[in-house]
């Protein structure tokens, strides 16, 4: 019953910045990891970045050259800072969490983002 609600996408230029946020709610459990994916229509969707509940950061691709993970347990909610945007960054981003020795993942409605050069 846990939900998920993203916001903090839009229309960027690039080298631009934007700050995604996740908030969490219902039975939200203690050991919750969370994350971000990314897809583009007609491909698959992609990890970004995840952190647990204790701040372990799992980066893609070198990600953290130029984004931030983050998270604030005390208000379910996890923050994607990204800076130097590329129009290859245009997808929909997507939050998601799962319990830490669990596998299924639940995911948010998703928030566009959209680059442009």
């Known amino acids: 019953q846990v939900q998920l609600v993203e916001s903090g996408g839009g229309l960027v230029q690039a080298g631009g910045s934007l700050r995604l946020s996740c908030v969490a709610s219902?039975?939200?459990?203690?050991?919750?990891?969370m994350g971000w994916s990314r897809q583009v229509p007609g491909k698959q969707r992609e990890l970004v970045a995840s952190i647990t509940s204790g701040g372990t950061i799992d980066y893609k691709d070198n990600a953290e050259e130029r984004l931030t993970i983050s998270r604030d347990n005390s208000k379910n909610t996890v923050y994607l800072q990204m800076d130097s945007l590329k129009p290859e960054d245009t997808a929909v981003y997507y939050c998601w969490g799962r319990i830490w020795n669990r596998a299924t993942r639940v995911w948010g409605q998703g928030t566009q983002v959209t680059v442009s050069s």
């Open positions: 219902g039975s939200v459990p203690g050991a919750f990891v």
